[in-house]
């Protein structure tokens, strides 16, 4: 047997699903030596979305250093963000627009149909230039904001596959939750990470006020990821496949928008 063939037999389940989440969310290739496992990725979505930020923010502080001034970098960033996940959860929003526009009785049908209403059009636009204004006002704290809003933006999937009907018979996401293993269990990869996070602020050598603030916009993001998929889930008698990726985007917006109502004018 060779060593290759023997890696990807002994890879355990929770590698696997974290590489199946990273090919299911992003346009990324398969790791080598692991063969990917697609049941049971919900949970390792913050997880991806926490490296998704990261990316953005590494590209930003590179071309930040090359001279590329700070008004072109939440362009950047959104950009980054749409090609990494090949527009997924963009594409997500305005059908859930569009389904909402619809009304419950015809919005299974309007999520269906491949041309893009109006109501799918304002909510892209609205969203991008809701990010566009927070970022202008957050400033260098998109270096942590960025990762921290596509955490809990991802984190929202979890509480809509969890607590949530799917309303699409036949949607293809309907996967996560013939195969959930409960809340509880699905949180766990999240609460670890944001313990890390959290230890590691209280660790810091920083003044008490800024770690007490740091703290504030690492956890504030749990209320939009509780609230969007609830809303969401009222406008439409459940969730879909496009309202998991709806989530993620509105919450995003919200994360940055709050983060950058909470920061002290400069």
């Known amino acids: 047997m060779s060593f290759k063939r023997f890696f990807i037999l002994i890879s355990p389940n929770w590698l696997r699903e974290l590489v199946g989440a990273g090919v299911f969310y992003t346009i990324l290739p398969k790791v080598p030596l692991v063969k990917p496992k697609f049941t049971g990725i919900a949970r390792f979505a913050p997880i991806i ?14 071309l930040s250093n090359l001279g590329w001034p700070y008004e072109s970098l939440p362009f950047i960033a959104i ?10 959860h963009f594409d ?13 009785k015809k919005s299974i049908e309007a999520m269906k149909d491949s041309r893009v209403g109006a109501g799918g059009v304002m909510a892209l636009t609205i969203n991008i230039a809701l990010q566009i204004a927070a970022l202008y006002k957050i400033k260098l704290l998109y270096i942590y904001a960025i990762p921290i809003a596509c955490f809990w933006g991802r984190y929202s999937q979890i509480i809509a596959i969890g607590n949530y009907p799917y309303i ?11 195969t959930w293993g409960g809340n509880v269990k699905e949180s766990i990869p999240s609460v670890f990470c944001i313990a890390c996070i959290l230890s590691y602020l209280v660790s810091i050598n920083i003044d008490e006020n800024s770690k007490i603030f740091l703290i504030i916009i690492t956890l504030i993001g749990i209320i ?6 609830n ?36």
């Open 168 to 178: 699409n018979s036949n949607g293809f996401s309907k996967f996560h939750q013939d």
């Open 79 to 88: 950009s980054i963000n749409l090609w990494l996940t090949g527009g997924l």
């Open 92 to 104: 997500g929003l305005m059908d859930t627009a569009d389904g909402i526009a619809a009304g419950k």
């Open 49 to 62: 979305g926490l490296f998704i930020g990261i990316f953005e923010i590494s590209i930003l502080l590179f």
């Open 224 to 229: 939009p990821a509780i609230l969007i998929p």
């Open 231 to 266: 809303y969401l889930a009222f406008c439409l008698g459940g969730q879909t496949g496009d309202t998991y990726g709806a989530s993620v985007i509105l919450v995003e917006t919200f994360v940055l928008t709050l983060i950058a109502f909470i920061i002290p004018a400069s």
